[in-house]
């Protein structure tokens, strides 16, 4: 008999009270994901606290595929600053550095300006029509460190989907198929 005969017939030999703790223990995996995300928001002030770089407009500082961490603090944005903001219209964030900042005197709010490293010009074409900078409610987090490449995954998960279906399948599977 193969691999899929034997795994089959795992499948077969499953109790009630197997399958009910796998799935007891499935559903604690997700939950303590979902507790350990809700924790790094609240740790780091970000609601996103980790984002992948999509595009190769930050290049060379930071590559596509590359995981950002990410804190937000009452501080005010400063140029130079690699920045995370979400636009009106736009689904997904985009990370680029804060070129220009400009200090409301009565409010001492701050308004910034952002641009791609690797983009020739400012980034008014990707805000919202006729919105000229960038304010608080828009920016999701400054960049405090980074790991190079490991968001490829979640790139080509996206990209691919076939591939995040075979690799839940196959973790769902090896749960269901397991004698613990």
């Given amino acids: 008999m193969g691999f899929i005969g034997e795994t089959v017939d ?11 703790t796998q799935a007891i223990t499935l559903g604690m995996i997700v939950t303590s994901a979902l507790i ?3 924790a790094l928001i609240c740790v780091t002030g970000s609601e996103s606290p980790v984002v992948v770089v999509l595009s190769e407009s930050m290049e060379p500082g930071f590559q596509r595929g590359d995981i950002l961490f990410l804190r937000m603090t009452k501080e005010p944005i400063r140029a130079g600053e690699i920045v995370v903001f979400s636009v009106d219209g736009r689904e997904i964030p985009i990370v680029h ?21 690797n983009n020739k010009i400012d980034d008014i074409v990707l805000y919202a029509e ?33 591939i995040k279906y075979i690799l839940i399948g196959a973790l769902g599977l090896l749960v269901i198929t397991s004698k613990d």
């Fill in 10 to 20: 795992s499948i077969k030999s499953i109790k009630f009270r197997q399958l009910l």
């Fill in 36 to 38: 350990i995300w809700k």
């Fill in 97 to 117: 550095r804060a070129i220009k900042v400009h200090e409301r005197g009565d409010t001492k709010e701050v308004d910034v300006l952002t641009k791609g490293d």
């Fill in 130 to 162: 006729g919105q000229l900078w960038l304010h608080r409610h828009h920016i999701m987090g400054r960049a405090v460190g980074f790991l190079p490449y490991v968001g490829w995954v979640t790139i080509i998960m996206t990209e691919k989907p076939i």
